[in-house]
């Protein structure tokens, strides 16, 4: 991938502002109070339900809220859409709900909205695409019109986490009408910002609720109008914010994130994220990487690649190798007493040798984002031996290929929706889900054992022994916590969250 230098990133700056004032076109900003915010990926869907990219939890939480809400400051839990709550037995939470709450259509919030919620997305035959988010849920039951009573599957202490974060509500009457398709189409939520425009793989325009609650512990927006762009291209993204064409934009790699530091106009803000970066080796029967299957071939992989100098060179600030797969944060992540593979490409052709392959191997490997970091991983596989084909896809599409099993090896990034549990992040590659293109029921049942124990020992040491089997095994390729670049306009005041969350709704002008 080319990037930039700093004089032609300066020049293009001059160029296009000169541009800008010839033809009278209006500075993005502060002039109209609206963010202008691109983004690289457009969302399968704006129903939450039914995204499984960042751009569409980012969108969900600005237009739908949930029960509960995570101070991302004190990671405290308040009061969202219900106001009180509390464990009635270990399967069993009773929420007290929020009163005057209206939905972005005028529909009253109550009891019936929720019970239609949790019971619409627990159904299996309802399709929710991260069923990892949902299948906790047995049934949500109505007991008056602000009081609702729900029951867990098993014991699943993270209850709580989920519902402050990827259990949105939706309008029960307009949803029942609608569907996930209707919702994508024409979205109602009862969130701080509404859907006024919707482009379907082009834009979206988020406009301020002025009905919005008052005592919601999201604050009232001051920021008037949100306009999201959806540009795959990372050099029109970065010519438009040079020109003032766009406000915000993140997941700028390093080396252009420090060129557009040079830039006046603009302000460039990191920090770490609780997304990990990581890479799947397929294993099942039917692969169409069979040389996947030995133990000596993955690990020959993991030892190829330098963490340490990706993380300096190309990653960035914020970010760490991580030895396991999940976020050090989350409950129950740890890499105590996991195999470690240091960077030994002399190692890893010895062992390719032994497996067999002292020649190379051939192996596709694909990716949807950070396309300068999978070049990266590429370079150091040649290096050993490996010669890997690119296939860079959309989301959605990378997902199908491992579901299907016609995956070799994926570089792929897992933020968790957010969530600060393991139950969030290493089950849905390793406890037999779509994706779980391992399948260890040894791993799978450690895993469950962990999600659904009332005892928080029990579940750390389960979760330990799952990470522990996964890395001895060298079922999967733990690279690194992954850093945001974002970059903003100089007038724009925000914070950079760990959750991997712009907040809209808190952000104003200087």
Not at 304 to 328: L, Q
């Amino acid at each position: 991938m080319k990037f930039m230098h700093k004089a032609a990133l300066l020049g293009l700056a001059s160029t296009a502002l000169v541009s800008v004032a010839f033809t009278g076109t209006a500075l993005a900003g502060k002039a109209d109070n609206t963010i202008r915010f691109a983004y690289d990926q457009a969302p399968e869907s704006v129903d939450p339900y039914f995204n499984n990219v960042r751009i569409g939890v980012i969108i969900g939480q600005h237009v739908w809220d949930t029960l509960v809400y995570r101070d991302p400051n004190t990671n405290e839990y308040k009061g969202q859409l219900a106001t009180a709550w509390k464990q009635v037995d270990d399967r069993t939470i009773e929420f007290d709900l929020r009163q005057g709450v209206k939905f972005h259509n005028g529909e009253e919030f109550d009891a019936d909205d929720v019970v239609y919620t949790l019971n619409f997305i627990s159904k299996p035959e309802n399709k929710v695409v991260t069923q990892n988010n949902v299948s906790w849920i047995e049934k949500a039951e109505k007991l008056d019109k602000y009081k609702v009573r729900l029951t867990t599957k098993e014991v699943f202490p993270a209850a709580i986490e989920y519902l402050a974060g990827p259990i949105v509500m939706h309008p029960n009457e307009y949803y029942e009408k609608v569907g996930p398709k209707g919702q994508n189409d024409r979205p109602v939520g009862s969130g701080p910002y509404k859907v006024t425009n919707y482009v379907p793989g082009k834009s979206i325009t988020l406009e301020k609720n002025d009905q919005y609650f008052k005592d919601s512990p999201k604050p009232q927006p001051k920021i008037a109008k949100i306009e999201i762009r959806f540009i795959p291209d990372r050099q029109t993204q970065m010519a438009e914010v040079i020109s003032n064409g766009i406000d915000f934009i993140m997941h700028v790699p390093k080396d252009q994130a420090d060129q557009l530091e040079a830039v006046p106009s603009l302000q460039v803000v990191s920090g770490e994220t609780m997304r990990i970066v990581f890479m799947q080796m397929n294993l099942l029967d039917g692969s169409p990487a069979p040389a996947l299957k030995d133990e000596r071939v993955r690990k020959a992989i993991i030892h190829a690649i330098d963490r340490e100098s990706m993380v300096k060179n190309i990653v960035g600030s914020g970010s760490r190798v991580i030895n396991t797969i999940c976020f050090p944060s989350q409950f129950g992540c740890t890499d105590e007493g996991a195999m470690r593979y240091p960077y030994d490409p002399a190692k890893a052709k010895q062992l390719l040798a032994e497996a067999g392959y002292a020649n190379g191997l051939n192996l596709d490997i694909l990716a949807y984002r950070e396309r300068n970091q999978t070049e990266a991983l590429i370079g150091y596989l040649q290096a050993v031996g490996i010669k890997t084909n690119l296939r860079f896809l959309q989301y959605a599409a990378m997902r199908e290929q491992v579901a299907s099993n016609k995956a070799m090896l994926t570089h792929q990034t897992w933020g968790s929706f957010s969530v600060n549990d393991v139950s969030a992040s290493t089950p849905n590659y390793f406890a037999f889900r779509s994706e779980d293109i391992t399948r260890d029921s040894q791993v799978r049942d450690l895993l469950m054992k962990g999600n659904t124990s009332v005892d928080p020992q029990v579940r750390k040491d389960s979760y330990k022994g799952a990470l522990k089997l996964i890395a001895d095994k060298a079922y999967a390729v733990p690279l690194y916590s992954l850093p945001v670049y974002y970059v903003a306009t100089s007038d724009l005041s925000f914070k950079a969250y760990p959750d991997e969350l712009p907040r809209f709704w808190e952000m104003t002008w200087k």
